[in-house]
């Protein structure tokens, strides 16, 4: 009974998929040919009985999920996704009873998942229902595979629905005429983002796509990941082994192969009516030229009088894989050979997918050495633009975990990588453990007073001091150590499986200092004592003080032992996994390009080995390649650029089952920066989420029409390289507490002139006010000021209309002080120095007299210097800011929200005449200032915002434009 009720109620959720829920119970009925289920107190019973792992329990959870993400639909009922009323809606449309509905809202609850963000134009919806559900052989697959293999069924719903996110905005394959979409699809460090896209390859294959190009990393590493992976999830037994040859492939070896681990197509696809994947590359080697001859790039057509893309022969013929890394000549050989079969290049529908899309693929020279009308390109952006060209069918989606760099590229050159038809940012998915899970944002106490059950720093993050020292270094390794053994009993237990367990040690990029790190790790556990009654002390107080409390705090539900002394037989079961007796006999793997450690780092085959090791490496570790079980890291590797920071936050990905003994060594100046990181990358997410059609659906705008703003929370972290950045306009820089001093004004003209008279209403305020006297900076001597205290919208009624030497000079400045509410900045207090000699004093546009200052100017026109260090403590204390010496004066004036500007009337040395009291020629003077905010404005923290200028329209900057006033 029971293979009847999976195998009636599966057939009744397929049937389901293009109209939505209807009558499951009859449905399945008719499909089984079994009445007896009309009733549906049999599929009550099978639920009641059903564990986690039930075939038609995973099937249902799909369906019901995916009924959650729903759009539309006449079944909807106007109910909102993922919500209650939601799953309601479906329970009625299928017409289950209380019983069963109340079932599966404990076995199957629906869940408030996160939609994929998207920016995109309006575009062509050509994937239909019925086109969706008509051709989705490999999508099918594909996803039931991703639930054999133990996926949450809401996971892959979600999947399902991020793929048509993508798959929806590419150009139709049978389009008549050709279009070229660009995309961008944006994850998180190690979350996931191969399934992404290889659910987005699925569909595209299944939806006529007949050439597909996956771009990888740059190293070998990679590129033979992402290759497996593909040919284990996708491809699939039958497209790797044709003609059943079981000696004709790479992976005839394999023990995944041998224990049917690689989908299986049930036969060949062609042999049902569905496309045949022909690989042109595999797991042991790249795409090279000519290997399996010319006629593979040959797409024949079934019917000659029509076009390629004509569904007569786009449905009748095979689709090819390539997988590349992105290194010049694995592509020179791809453009070479494309270039053979060019007379028929533009109608073949082809999907480029770029993975690690900023890396490599962005053009980094510099515009200054592009001739006129000739721009140059690096290799690797060079050849990608040379595919697209090739290729007018062709469409790019590049994916990446951080998109800085894609983000500024030049929108408007059309043979670039820009993504101009959309941008996916991805939701957070469920059991990704990510940057923020190792900082406590929202928690200013020192860390020691933080709840245990809620921090997330007292429970994954351990602080090393500046300079390494072994004592630290080996406390991380017995936490290794300590946590392998808690692996193992885990797994004794019967409360996980465990392949892999690794520490990763990252402190340098050169080949010697791995070495040298190599060889203290192995004079360290030489020396450990782990069999010991030493090492075993040591490892039972790191497991009292530290493992147990976060264990119970954070995860009460863990198999953990009665005490450490049942942890013994583990921990040595733990050492003998790490140090097994092979042919190496070390713990420690190097992983960089040194030729001479390849053979040592094919113990790094996670699919072909179990993995217990410690690793030691730099970039080749640092970007794309899953560092799988990861437990512990040692990092103290500096960076000066977000992408890179975050690329090599490897500890980042899917800890399930031992998510309480992940451990982070790092500095506190890196986990700052890691904080800092974690902030720019929520804050271009919520940029995103902003512009997105979803929440402004009226407006349509595409990235190349609204770039994203992207922040930068910390002046030392740049979002990208420099030579990245050739189209990065800063349009917002915050400063709290921090001076800022243009000294880019105008000498002479209609510029200077207008500059002076806008400040002619301030000056006339100051000289009414009158002076008070501060101290000077570190000193005994005192100093007289004008001043006088102005509203902030009237402060900004004079810096918004300044004139500069150039237009972009302040405009940052500018929009971050227009942005501030008056419970940030209320008012500005404008001080004007006066200098000891009273002669230089002179009346400025008949206010005054004020003091005049002399300030050279640069080759450059700008000033040298503007203000002068013994004003500046006065200025401060009015600000509030700490760090500064008494002054009764400043005191009195300082009020909260309180900006300060001091100002300096300045000529050019040798050039002030007459005396004091004189009228000064306005159109000699400049007024430089130096201005300082106080916390208020930011709480302390920096922050620069970058967004992307488009050549085809210069002098075109989002920004906020400043209020009236």
């Known amino acids: 009974m029971s293979d009847t009720v999976t195998t009636g109620y599966s057939s009744a959720l397929d049937g389901m998929k293009t109209a939505g829920p209807g009558p499951l119970h009859q449905f399945a009925a008719l499909f089984a040919r079994d009445a007896s289920l009309a009733d549906g107190t049999a599929l009550l019973a099978h639920l009641q009985s059903a564990g986690p792992d039930d075939a038609l329990r995973q099937r249902l959870a799909y369906q019901l999920s995916s009924w959650d993400h729903a759009d539309d639909g006449p079944w909807v009922a106007g109910t909102a996704r993922h ?42 919806e050509w994937r239909t229902p019925q086109r969706r559900t008509e051709r989705d052989f490999y999508w099918a697959h594909y996803s039931a595979n991703l639930l054999t293999n133990g996926w949450d069924p809401a996971a892959v719903a979600g999947i ?4 048509e996110e993508v798959v929806r905005r590419v150009s139709d394959p049978t389009r008549n005429v050709a279009y070229q979409a660009k995309g961008l699809v944006v994850g998180y460090v190690q979350s996931g983002k191969t399934a992404n896209f290889t659910g987005v390859i699925a569909k595209a294959i299944d939806a006529g796509y007949r050439m597909v190009i996956v771009l990888t990393g740059t190293t070998n590493m990679l590129r033979a990941q992402t290759q497996r992976r593909l040919d284990m999830e996708l491809c699939g037994r039958e497209n790797i082994e044709p003609d059943h040859d079981p000696t004709a492939h790479e992976y005839r070896n394999d023990e995944d192969w041998k224990r049917h681990k690689f989908i299986n197509h049930g036969g060949r696809p062609s042999d049902s009516g569905h496309p045949d994947i022909e690989r042109l590359s595999n797991y042991a080697g790249d795409y090279q030229r000519l290997k399996q001859g010319i006629s593979a790039l040959r797409f024949k057509r079934h019917d000659a009088t029509k076009e390629f893309f004509h569904p007569a022969n786009l449905y009748t013929s095979d689709a090819r894989l390539v997988v590349a890394k992105k290194n010049a000549s694995v592509l020179t050989n791809l453009v070479t050979d494309l270039k053979k079969v060019s007379a028929r290049l533009g109608e073949i529908p082809v999907l480029i997918i770029d993975d690690e899309s900023d890396q490599a693929s962005v053009n980094t020279t510099s515009p200054a050495k592009w001739k006129e009308d000739s721009k140059k390109r690096t290799a690797i952006n060079r050849l990608i633009a040379q595919l697209l060209t090739m290729l007018p069918r062709a469409q790019y989606v590049g994916y990446t975990a951080t998109p800085y760099a894609n983000v500024f590229i030049d929108p408007s050159d059309v043979e670039d990588i820009f993504p101009k038809d959309f941008i996916v940012s991805l939701p957070r998915p469920l059991g990704y453990m990510g940057a923020d899970d190792f900082h406590d944002f929202d928690d200013d ?37 300590l946590t392998g053994g808690l692996k193992v009993h885990r797994e004794r237990t019967g409360a ?44 039972r107080e790191l497991y009292e003080t530290d493992i147990l409390p976060v264990t119970t705090a954070q995860a009460p539900e863990a198999a953990m032992p009665g005490s450490f002394d049942e942890l013994h037989d583990d921990i040595a079961g733990a050492i003998g996994l790490i140090q097994p007796t092979d042919r190496h006999g070390t713990p420690v793997i190097i992983v960089n390009s040194d030729p001479d450690l390849e053979k040592h780092q094919e113990d790094l085959d996670f699919d072909q080995h179990r993995v217990w090791r410690i690793l030691v490496g730099g970039n080749k570790l640092a970007r794309g390649f899953t560092v799988e079980g990861l437990t512990v890291t040692y990092y103290r590797r500096a960076t000066k650029q977000v992408d890179t920071l975050m690329q090599m936050g490897r500890w980042f990905g899917f800890r399930s089952g031992y998510r309480d003994l992940v451990r982070l060594y790092t500095t506190p100046d890196l986990h700052a920066m890691f904080g800092a990181a974690c902030q720019d990358e ?8 902003k512009y997105s059609s979803e929440t402004a659906p009226e407006s349509r705008l595409t990235p190349s029409r609204v770039p994203p703003l992207v922040e930068q929370h910390r002046p030392d972290l740049r979002p990208t390289g420099r030579n990245k950045m050739w189209n990065a306009r800063l ?26 008279r806008l400040w002619e209403p301030v000056l006339a305020a100051a000289a009414a006010t009158g002076t008070v006297t501060f ?52 008012q500005w207090v404008v001080l004007l120095p006066q200098q000891v000699d009273p ?10 007299p004020f003091s005049i200052f002399d300030r050279k100017r640069s080759e450059t026109g700008v000033l040298s210097a503007i203000s002068e260090s013994r004003h500046r403590n006065a200025a401060a204390r009015i600000a509030g800011l700490e760090g500064t010496y008494p002054d009764p004066a400043a005191d009195k004036l300082a009020e909260p929200c309180t900006a300060v500007l001091t100002l300096y009337p300045s000529v050019k040395p040798e050039t002030l005449t007459g005396v004091r009291g004189d009228r000064v020629d306005p159109e000699l003077v400049t007024i430089g200032f130096r201005a300082i905010t106080p916390l208020s404005t930011g709480g302390g923290s920096k922050r620069l915002i970058w967004t992307t200028m488009d050549s085809g329209r210069p002098n075109d900057v989002v920004i906020d434009a400043p209020p009236e006033v």
């Open 731 to 756: 349009v917002s820089r915050s400063a709290p507490g921090e001076p800022m001093e243009p000294v880019a004004h105008p000498d002479r003209g209609k510029r200077a002139l207008q500059n002076i």
């Open 496 to 539: 996980g499986s465990y392949r892999h367990h690794t520490m990763l040690v990252h402190e340098a990029m050169g080949r010697e200092s791995h070495r040298e790190t190599a060889r203290l790790i192995e004079n360290l556990w030489a020396t450990a004592g782990y069999h010991s009654s030493t090492g075993l002390l040591r490892l």
């Open 445 to 481: 106490r020192p860390v020691e007073q933080r709840p245990l059950q809620t921090s997330k720093e007292r429970a994954h993050v351990r602080y090393l001091s500046d300079e390494p020292t072994d004592h630290e270094l080996l406390a991380a390794l017995d936490m290794y150590v």
């Open 775 to 826: 101290k000077a900076t570190k000193a005994k001597a005192t100093y007289a000021a004008y001043h006088t205290v102005l509203p902030h919208s009237e402060m900004m009624a004079v810096l918004n209309r300044l004139q500069w030497l150039r237009d972009d000079i302040f405009v940052p400045e500018r929009t971050w002080l227009n942005s501030l509410a008056p419970s940030q900045l209320r």
């Open 682 to 689: 929520q804050s271009l997410r919520d940029d995103l989420r």
């Open 83 to 124: 919500t209650a009323e939601r799953r309601a809606a479906i329970c009625r449309a299928l017409g289950l009873d209380r019983a069963t509905e109340a079932l599966l809202s404990e076995i199957i609850p629906w869940a408030a998942i996160d939609a994929p963000i998207v920016i995109a134009d309006h575009f062509e």
């Open 160 to 163: 399902d629905e991020a793929t």
């Open 839 to 848: 002669a230089t004093g002179r009346m400025i546009l008949g206010h005054g």
